[in-house]
């Protein structure tokens, strides 16, 4: 009976009344546990997996499931079929919480013989992208809110931005951290039982010999992967910046049974271990509790200890009055970890950025990364100067919104626009809302061909061609007759200045760094040319796949240009 196809089961047991007297609980916690690898947290479904088979009600649960699934593979291809309403059918899905991962997996992960390979890979992408969004952003309210958040989930919340397909949600990132536990568990068996200074030394050299903390080479410090928790503990070098190495060294010392937690020293952060109430870090019995002992930590760099009076002295070198040491050189909380690494987020988007367009695929994306690090200063700003923060967040929130994320639309509405009640702001939010949302729910204009465009306009949507000035890569996504751009706008690019001016076709053009432009006819060239990777994964958007054989993508926007 566990080969029978869940969906053959009632049919199946009706042949035989020794198949309809196997035991149900066992026969559907198997296909619930076969079937479905990702659940929504109100399941508690690892706990229902540890209890006796019949006191789930598991073929209820499998159903559920099951349906919800099919609401899923509803909504997914309609997204698909058509341009209209595809925030709201993105909303119902990622409405399913984790429920929907599965399935969302199973969209992207199609094989490259499938018709609308492209798309489907798109837009399952773009809507997992909004679950695993909104789950990070659900984290870093609880924190605004002043419930407890873990370093772990806090820090494994950037990853969500930029995780796509790979593995890294907030679960799994915990599991790895486990898997790091218990290899040091297993390498020394008396560890559990070591004191606080000792086990920090042990825990520090094991991270230290193993790649887990660290840069190896310098002059990868600024590489923007080494912002990101689930990233540095999967990745082949295990890179991670100051602030991520004490995250993982102060996770994995929680499952170790020490208290080590994250310090507030500018510039680099270091990690504090604390002993258990009444003892000093060796173990023996304090006689003045007042003063607890405390041992400072860089993982980062070393696995040794680093005295108070070293950081002390570092901090009279930059000029700290000797006030402020005791705040600097005490435990910094969760929230100000999350703008740390916001901040070295955005530093290394400034510093990796050259300018240069790419023609393969970067990860983790810097456009997501810097999303992320926007969305947390936004989310979590400095109390002082919260509302200065966010008005400067707002309009690059914005900005990526309207070109790349237009399924977090109700997370402006649940989420920023009770920040800005009240203040000068709420009326462009709202209005920005209204645009998006119109604009989504509208069908879109028709543009057939007729006798006179077919004079006047020469290349198709789908076309892949080179800039004849700029030499960028893009593809033709839409076309005008003559420019419709407002009289602002030629004057700024100088369109009368063209050789052909503003009589001549013009096209929406999708550019292989992720822009959209407006390009003039006279410079579209080289439209035989094979698109590059980058371009290939962005033109899901528009296009159902790719045509060798033509040089062309097949358009899925047929309700817009139903002749190209």
């Known amino acids: 009976m566990l080969w029978v196809p869940p969906a053959s089961i009632p049919a199946f047991q009706r042949v035989c009344r020794k198949f309809n007297e196997l035991s149900q609980p066992i026969l559907w916690r198997h296909h619930c546990k076969a079937q479905f690898k990702y659940w929504s947290a109100e399941h508690e479904i690892q706990a229902k997996f540890l209890q006796d088979a019949a006191k789930v009600d598991w073929k209820h649960v499998f159903q559920n499931r099951h349906l919800s699934n099919v609401a899923i593979d509803h909504d997914m291809e309609s997204?698909?079929?058509?341009?209209?309403?595809?925030?709201?059918?993105?909303e119902r899905i990622i409405a399913h919480g984790f429920d929907a991962k599965d399935t969302l997996l199973r969209h992207l992960n199609v094989s490259d013989d499938v018709e609308d390979v492209l798309a489907r890979r798109y837009y399952s992408d773009t809507v997992l992208g909004g679950l695993h969004r909104t789950i990070a952003i659900q984290e870093w309210m609880k924190l605004e809110e002043g419930q407890p958040v873990s370093l772990e989930r806090a820090l494994a919340a950037f990853d969500q931005f930029v995780l796509h397909d790979r593995k890294g949600d907030l679960e799994e990132v915990s599991a790895l951290l486990d898997g790091v536990a218990?290899?040091?568990?297993?390498?020394?068996?008396?560890?559990?039982?070591?004191?606080?200074?000792?086990?920090?030394?042990?825990?520090?050299r094991y991270l230290h010999r193993n790649k887990l903390t660290g840069v190896a080479d310098d002059s990868q410090y600024h590489n923007l992967q080494n912002n990101f928790l689930g990233v540095a503990l999967q990745s082949g070098s295990h890179a991670a910046l100051p602030l991520i190495s004490v995250g993982i060294f102060c996770s994995v010392s929680k499952r170790l049974g020490l208290t080590a937690e994250p310090c507030g020293f500018p510039f680099h952060v270091y990690a504090i271990v604390m002993p258990e109430d009444g003892f000093d870090l060796d173990g023996k019995r304090l006689e003045d509790q007042s003063q607890p002992q405390l041992a400072y930590m860089d993982p980062f760099?070393?696995?040794?200890?680093?005295?108070?009076?070293?950081?002390?002295?570092?901090?009279?070198?930059?000029?700290?009055?000797?006030?402020?040491?005791e705040m600097l050189l005490g435990v910094s909380s969760t929230a100000d970890m999350v703008r740390r690494t916001a901040r070295n987020i955005i530093a290394s988007v400034q510093t990796t950025s050259h300018g240069t367009v790419s023609t393969e695929l970067a990860f983790p994306e810097s456009d997501g990364a810097l999303y992320s690090a926007l969305w947390a200063l936004l989310l979590l700003p400095e109390h002082q100067v919260a509302q200065f923060q966010r008005a400067r967040s707002l309009p690059f929130i914005l900005d990526h919104i309207e070109k790349q994320y237009m399924f977090d639309i109700r997370l402006i509405?649940?989420?920023?626009?009770?920040?800005?009640?009240?203040?000068?702001?709420?009326?462009?939010?709202?209005?920005?809302?209204r645009v998006m949302?119109?604009?989504?729910?509208?069908?879109?204009?028709?543009?057939?061909?007729?006798?006179?465009?077919?004079?006047?306009?020469?290349?198709?949507?789908?076309?892949?061609?080179?800039?004849?000035?700029?030499?960028?890569?893009?593809?033709?996504?839409?076309?005008?007759?003559?420019?419709?751009?407002?009289?602002?706008?030629?004057?700024?690019?100088?369109?009368?200045?063209?050789?052909?001016?503003?009589?001549?076709?013009?096209?929406?053009?999708?550019?292989?760094?992720?822009?959209?432009?407006y390009v003039a006819e006279e410079n579209i060239m080289d439209t035989s040319i094979e698109p590059g990777t980058n371009l290939v994964s962005l033109a899901g958007r528009h296009f159902k796949r790719y045509d060798r054989a033509s040089k062309m993508f097949v358009s899925n926007i047929k309700d817009e240009y139903p002749n190209d």
């Open 182 to 204: 218990q290899s040091i568990r297993l390498e020394d068996a008396e560890i559990l039982e070591a004191m606080p200074r000792r086990k920090a030394q042990l825990i520090a």
């Open 413 to 433: 509405e649940m989420y920023m626009l009770p920040l800005f009640q009240g203040s000068q702001y709420l009326v462009q939010l709202r209005d920005a809302i």
């Open 437 to 517: 949302r119109a604009g989504d729910s509208m069908p879109k204009q028709l543009k057939a061909r007729t006798p006179d465009t077919l004079k006047s306009v020469h290349f198709k949507v789908g076309q892949v061609f080179r800039h004849k000035r700029y030499n960028y890569q893009g593809v033709i996504t839409g076309w005008d007759v003559e420019c419709a751009a407002g009289e602002t706008w030629m004057t700024q690019m100088g369109v009368d200045r063209l050789a052909r001016g503003r009589h001549q076709s013009f096209y929406h053009v999708l550019v292989e760094d992720k822009s959209v432009r």
């Open 301 to 325: 760099r070393s696995d040794k200890e680093v005295t108070r009076s070293d950081l002390e002295a570092q901090l009279k070198t930059m000029g700290v009055p000797p006030a402020d040491f």
């Open 79 to 90: 997204i698909l079929s058509g341009q209209t309403g595809r925030i709201d059918k993105s």
